[in-house]
């Protein structure tokens, strides 16, 4: 699994995905839709969607060692991000991307430091309390699938959300517009105060 | 100067900002918005519009020192986002945001890598035909101000972007997303090609 998604989703396999960036500017419904045989759709457009934090070469783990750098972005849908601005709680139906891309090094004009590359991965957490027994699920997108199936409760991206996400199983304290509504709502968890 | 805005306003002065992450979901018109004496108004929810891309430490001087991380996090208006998408190019009223967050490293469960802090500085560059003799103009906010004049021509953030900019003066090469779309309608630059 890169590192850059470890805190996403973490001990999963890898799930690499050649996703296409949103050429349209059409509206799909909002929340997750499935496929008849009960697969996440991709949100194809989440790059229209509310732009949460990015983070580089991120990892729970002080010894791993990669030989590239990543980048991941973390969008939410914009109902979901409405409503933990007014709450500081995700509604049901909330809908996070993350988006694993490769850093570029030099480039153009760029001398020092990194700028983003290509897609290596997209993972999706949905809150949809009355179709997953925890409320919440995982999914791992492979290259160019329109769906995916959930991620199995028995991986630890569950358990460690569970226990470190400031907010409702999501990791708010990396969120730095978000933190501060949280913790002025009052709706950070206990173990984060 | 911070090294991670070189990017973007070059050579000018250090533009601090505490700017307020939007609280709100208002809508305020689209397009730039100026204040009686002429000075851009802040465009305060800059966090609801299209994320583009971000950088990590990213400097045009290779031999450039820096006692601390910094990312930076580029946004632009939707309207003249989804004019791009349709054309390639930026319509009038188009307005980008650079915002440079301190990068922060140990903390929560990350152990490895950065993840973004607080904002340092937030930079505005706008097009605007009827107003700039250039059609484009850059602003830098101070702390906590609500307007800001318009930077110099003179300065090397005007030449800088007018020299290396893939598409009409900015840098959509650093912005993986648009950079197709541009080289699929034939905008980019020649000096790009």
Redesign the interface.
């Known amino acids: 699994m890169r590192?850059?998604t470890k805190?996403f989703v973490f001990g999963a396999a890898i799930f690499l995905v050649l996703a296409a960036?949103?050429?349209?500017?059409t509206r799909p419904k909002p929340g997750p839709e499935y496929a008849s045989d009960g697969q996440l759709q991709f949100p194809a457009n989440y790059?229209?969607w509310?732009?949460l934090?990015?983070?580089?070469?991120?990892?729970?783990?002080?010894a791993?060692q990669m030989d590239h750098?990543m980048?991941d972005?973390v969008?939410v849908n914009?109902e979901a991000?409405?409503a933990f601005?007014a709450t500081g709680k995700w509604p049901d139906k909330t809908i996070f991307v993350l988006e694993a891309?490769g850093?570029e090094g030099k480039?153009?004009?760029?001398?020092?430091?990194?700028?983003?590359?290509?897609?290596m991965a997209v993972e999706v957490h949905v809150k949809d309390q009355a179709r997953f027994a925890d409320k919440w699920a995982f999914f791992g997108f492979t290259a160019g699938a329109k769906t995916a199936k959930v991620i199995p409760s028995s991986q630890n991206c569950y358990s460690?959300h569970s226990e470190?996400g400031?907010v409702d199983t999501t990791?708010v304290?990396?969120y730095?517009?978000?933190m501060?509504?949280a913790t002025a709502k009052g709706t950070v968890e206990a173990a984060?105060k």
């Open positions: 590192t850059a805190l960036a949103p050429q349209t500017a790059r229209e509310i732009y934090s990015s983070g580089f070469d991120m990892s729970y783990n002080e791993q750098h980048f972005n969008f914009p991000w409405r601005v891309r850093a480039g153009s004009i760029n001398q020092k430091g990194n700028f983003q590359g290509s897609v460690c470190h400031a990791f304290q990396f730095p517009t978000l501060p509504i984060h």
